[in-house]
């Protein structure tokens, strides 16, 4: 027994030591960081540039592998499943805080199957009504459709996707009751009330922004807890009165559960100093973003808080996927 115990003991040690070692080596070879979405959009922006700073810190190719479909939740399931050795990285955004709830059954175990390595950018959204919406805060918002409850219509999207629930949120907060007119993307969103097809929508600050200066919508308040650098003039929702509001969508990196702690904390310090790089924060601020670079216990901090509190929403709203 002696025996089996100090052979058990010595195979555990090589195994810690192999680790270890693994570790200190890392990356020896090529990463793939699946992008759970199409190309070009913001998180494959973000994907591709942090990437490519990867390559010039550790002389290693990056492969940007998009693997769009389910609400991001095809790409997740990849990575849930991928070994933990820092070789294979999740490019992950809000729907990991939301889908939990809005979905009866995930592909695997949100908060044990996946290791949180950073948040790169919070994305905050803007809200914003038709320059013809004779309202010019959210309170005068708030009284007007509260004073024709359901005629107002608001688009997104898509339906459950962030700027659809962030909607709701404001209206389960403000008391008022707006009719739902989901679009299929942000695009057609952002057209169908600039063809005054709708009244209000939760809008990108970038898609909006063009249309914000020449006048064809009025901002009412961005959707983060601080102001949007963006747009420094325009209140959050809680300097606009709703005291409980926060919906700020979010871009990071999460790596396989059981992931060396010691990868883990390499790859959070190489994307922090990447975040610091003047040109990188120009070409991501210029998408109206905001840089964070937090780390691994803060993320996981955030991510926990940050499902609760959809999970909140999804079922006051009864919010469904399409």
């Known amino acids: 027994m002696r025996f089996i115990e100090a052979l058990r003991g010595g195979v555990v040690a090589l195994l810690m030591m192999a680790a270890t070692a693994s570790a200190q080596d890392y990356p020896s070879r090529a990463i793939r960081m699946v992008v759970p979405f199409p190309p070009g959009g913001l998180i494959d922006v973000l994907a591709r540039t942090i990437g490519a700073k990867f390559t010039e810190a550790w002389a290693q190719p990056v492969i940007i592998d998009n693997r769009p479909g389910a609400a991001g939740m095809l790409g997740a399931e990849i990575i849930a499943k991928a070994p933990a050795d820092g070789y294979s990285l999740l490019v992950a955004n809000t729907n990991i805080s939301i889908n939990p709830s809005l979905y009866k059954a995930l592909p695997y175990d949100t908060a044990s199957a996946f290791a949180p390595v950073v948040i790169a950018i919070f994305v905050p959204n803007v809200l914003v009504v038709h320059e013809e919406v004779p309202v010019k805060s959210l309170q005068e918002l708030i009284a007007f459709a509260k004073a024709q409850p359901g005629k107002l219509n608001y688009a997104s999207a898509s339906s459950g996707s962030f700027p659809h629930l962030a909607v709701e949120m404001f209206k389960m907060l403000a008391g008022v009751n707006m009719t739902h007119v989901p679009y299929k993307g942000a695009a ?4 169908a009330i600039l ?128």
């Open 195 to 322: 063809g005054k097809e709708v009244e209000v929508l939760s809008s990108d600050i970038p898609g909006a922004l063009p249309h914000l200066k020449s006048g064809r919508l009025k901002a009412l308040a961005v959707t983060s807890v601080t102001r949007a650098t963006s747009l420094p003039d325009v209140l959050t929702m809680a300097e606009a009165g709703l005291k409980e509001y926060e919906a700020v969508g979010w871009q990071g990196i999460m790596a396989p559960a059981g992931t060396p702690r010691s990868i883990i904390e390499k790859l959070n310090r190489q994307v922090v100093a990447a975040l610091a790089i003047p040109d990188l924060q120009d070409k991501l601020k210029a998408q109206g973003v905001e840089i964070v670079g937090n780390t691994p216990e803060e993320f996981s901090r955030f991510l926990r808080s940050d499902t609760a509190r959809w999970a909140k929403t999804v079922a006051a709203s009864g919010a469904r996927a399409d």
């Open 188 to 191: 057609p969103a952002l057209s």
